[in-house]
């Protein structure tokens, strides 16, 4: 214990030693650690400001950027010695250089200040290499105003075009602004049109200029409209232009598609009354090069450009199951039987069903039963006897399944099976199965080996025999291939079938309170019929 002791005295004193012998050492380590936080602090703060800065920026090109007061020019001079300057344009339009003096530079594109500069700097260094670029763009401001969400003045950089402009204003307001054309007045008395709708199907530039500081920038409502309807690659209404003419509005919908029937599109054009129209046809089968049918449109004009009938249709019908290559095939118009497209799937597996291969033909032939939707809606008790039975064979039935015996047709040789195949015709061969089976109130209900020389009664015995609560005189058999419902002792309509189901049902339950008060309801009734009898009498 006394060792301990003296251990941790031992620790104390050290500690305090070295605390009362280095107190600088350690505090100037935990100024130069604050001093390291504080500054990774502001390069965090001056990066996410330069972001910021940065995020405004929209890049440049030389060729049609002008510049102007604010812009801040990188100059670096490559000779004897490295010179590198980054004047800011003045409000007169001038750059100050040493040595060199003011040069003015508003209202040129920065391509042309780059040629003027160089020209200078020439004139004092002849061979030297010289860089001129845009350090920093200038900020100007644009006024928004008109049908949109948020007019008012934003800031933007100088490289700004009007689309960026009507971003950040918050958007148009939808089938209300016009996107063709907006008015951009200039400070200097200049107006430009935009057409940013054709800037966003084109990528036309010319439709989405640059702004400039001061630019008064108006988006009109929607008013008169253009119609280019069918066969083209954005059919819709468009803002209509003055002096637009049909080939221009079509490029707008982004041309012609390839269905296109160009023959006679048709323009319909309304009169001087603006109430009745009129047709104007006209071929394009030459655009865009005959530009003798490039008409001028007129307001509420509307062009229809129809399309080739089934242009590239493809008639294709699907077989499943059991055949050797399933897949999709073509087929030809009135052209393509069945057996035709099961020789080319290669033929039938070894395990496919005849029996239950089936043709489905879906589409437009298949007619809309308005009787049976009506009952579909209906209690089938409140349905008359006739319709509760047209129901039951409706509900049953396999819309648009051919009546096709594959049997007959691939083993016995029968041709009047071979069907001519539709577009949009299914063929399903399932696998054969082997078994008929046996459901509801047996002993063993699942399935029992095929025999075809078995009746029902036979299927039920190997099942294990009629179960307890089995009604043996209502006996139904599922038929595999058509799902018709059939009674199993009618053995006369129907000859059982692998796949077939045989369903033993059970005999309704009696409850004897619902037959007691049953009994009451008559006996009551009864009775009040012989009270009357006997009034009537006396």
Not at 103 to 122: N, W
Not at 155 to 171: D, K, Y
Not at 358 to 387: F, N, Q
Request: proline fraction near 4%; include cysteine.
């Amino acid at each position: 214990m006394n060792e301990k002791v003296c251990l941790l005295r031992g620790c104390f004193l050290v500690v305090l030693f070295i605390l009362l012998l280095c107190p600088g050492w350690l505090f100037s380590q935990i100024e130069t650690g604050t001093q390291r936080e504080n500054q990774l602090r502001r390069q965090a703060k001056n990066i996410t400001e330069e972001e910021k800065e940065g995020a405004l920026e929209i890049p440049v090109v030389d060729s049609t950027y002008i510049v102007g007061p604010a812009d801040q020019l990188a100059i670096s001079i490559f000779g004897t010695q490295y010179y590198s300057y980054k004047p800011v344009v003045n409000s007169d339009g001038a750059i100050i250089i040493p040595s060199l003096g003011k040069i003015y530079v508003r209202d040129l594109t920065l391509r042309e200040v780059r040629a003027v500069i160089e020209k200078q700097i020439r004139r004092s260094v002849p061979k030297a290499e010289i860089l001129v670029s845009l350090a920093k763009a200038r900020k100007v401001k644009v006024t928004v105003a008109g049908a949109i969400k948020n007019p008012g003045v934003v800031l933007l950089p100088a490289s700004a075009r009007v689309s960026e402009t009507l971003e950040r204003i918050g958007g148009v307001i939808p089938d209300t602004t016009s996107l063709r054309n907006i008015i951009v007045r200039r400070l200097n008395g200049k107006v430009e049109t935009a057409d940013l709708l054709r800037y966003y199907r084109l990528g036309d530039l010319s439709g989405n200029p640059f702004v400039t500081g001061g630019d008064v920038i108006y988006f009109p409502p929607r008013d008169q409209m253009v119609g280019v309807l069918g066969a083209v690659g954005k059919e819709g209404w468009i803002d209509y232009i003055p002096g637009e003419r049909l080939f221009d509005a079509i490029e707008v919908c982004q041309g012609f598609r390839a269905s296109a029937f160009l023959d006679s599109v048709e323009v319909v054009r309304f009169k001087k009354d603006n109430v009745s129209t009129y047709r104007i046809f006209i071929n394009l089968n030459d655009y865009p090069e005959d530009q003798s049918q490039n008409i001028e449109l007129r307001p509420g004009d509307l062009v229809l450009v129809r399309a080739y009938p089934r242009y590239h249709f493809r008639r294709l019908v699907y077989l499943y199951g059991e055949v050797k290559y399933a897949g999709v095939y073509p087929v030809e118009k009135g052209g393509t039987r069945l057996s035709t497209l099961i020789r080319r799937a290669g033929g039938f597996t070894e395990d496919a069903s005849l029996e239950e291969a089936t043709v489905t033909r879906r589409g437009s032939e298949i007619e809309r039963d308005r009787e049976y939707e009506r009952l579909k809606k209906m209690s089938p008790a409140d349905m008359r006897e006739d319709e509760y039975e047209y129901f039951k064979a409706r509900s049953r039935e396999r819309r648009g399944q051919m009546v096709v015996d594959f049997k007959d047709l691939f083993i016995l040789g029968d041709t009047s099976e071979d069907i001519i195949l539709r577009d949009g015709d299914v063929i399903e061969v399932p696998k054969k199965k082997n078994y008929i089976s046996i459901i509801g109130q047996v002993n063993s209900p699942g399935n029992v080996i095929y025999n075809p020389d078995w009746n029902y009664l036979n299927y039920v015995a190997a099942a294990g025999g009629f179960g307890w609560r089995s009604n043996e005189g209502d006996v139904r058999i599922v038929k595999a291939r058509t799902g018709e419902l059939v009674d199993a002792e009618d053995l006369d309509s129907y000859k059982l079938e692998p796949g077939d189901t045989i369903w033993v049902p059970e005999v309704p339950e009696v409850r004897f309170w619902d037959i007691a008060l049953t009994t009451l309801g008559v006996m009551s009734q009864l009775a009040g019929i012989v009270g009357i009898i006997i009034a009537v009498s006396r």
